[in-house]
Structure formats: C-alpha cells, structure tokens
C-alpha cells in the first residue's frame, strides 16, 4: 500500500490550496483517512480526518477554513484549505487506516504519505 500526496506550495496569506492523496495497492478498504501537519520546531498534529461514511473532524484552529473530503472509488482524500494564515505553515501528511489483501488474507494496517510542503506568506 502507498500513499501520494500532492498539491502543496506556496501561497499568499488568505489564499487557497487543495491538496490530494490517492492510496494504491491491493486495498480492500479505507477506514480513517487524515491530513496531519508538522511545522518546524513542533509536534505532529491532527489537521482533519474523515471515516469511510464520511464523518468529519476538525482541529479547532482550521474550523470553518479547511474541508476534508474523500473519494471511496478513488481512494482518494483531499483537503481544501482556504483563508490560509502564515501559522499554517508546515509539511502536510496523509495518513489512511488500510484494510488489504496479502498473501495470508486480510490484514490492516497505518499508513503515510510523503509530506507536501504548504508555505503561507505574510
């Protein structure tokens, strides 16, 4: 299973950027999928996720700017970020929680994408 992340740049403050991860492999199904956000100097964090019945969630500080969305056909997750702030700098990684076919069955499994730089200027 790989996931590639696309979409990032740079980007004015209060401008927009969608970014996408498509998931490949011999996938049976995607339960959770998220984008996660690290800036420099900080931890990891949980930017927005969404369920296979497409249930969202939201970290407070993106609330009302950012939209996650996902395509169960495509295997595909996005994020929609619009009214970008300067503190919403950082590397953008997917994350999916994978149910795949292996050689021994089922099995299920957390998997990353490589980060998208999002670069928000002042």
Request: glycine share 14%; hydrophobic share 35%.
């Amino acid at each position: 299973v790989q996931l590639q992340a696309s979409g990032g740049g740079l980007v004015q403050a209060g401008g927009s950027l969608t970014l996408s991860c498509a998931a490949s492999g011999s996938i049976s199904r995607i339960n959770v999928m998220g984008w996660y956000r690290q800036a420099p100097g900080k931890q990891r964090e949980l930017v927005a996720a969404i369920t296979s019945g497409l249930r969202t969630d939201y970290t407070d500080s993106v609330k009302g700017r950012f939209t996650i969305s996902r395509d169960n056909a495509k295997n595909t997750v996005y994020l929609q970020m619009s009214g970008l702030k300067p503190e919403d700098t950082g590397v953008y990684y997917c994350n999916a929680d994978v149910v795949f076919m292996s050689g021994y069955g089922l099995r299920s499994g957390e998997y990353w994408g490589k980060g998208t730089q999002v670069t928000v200027s002042s």
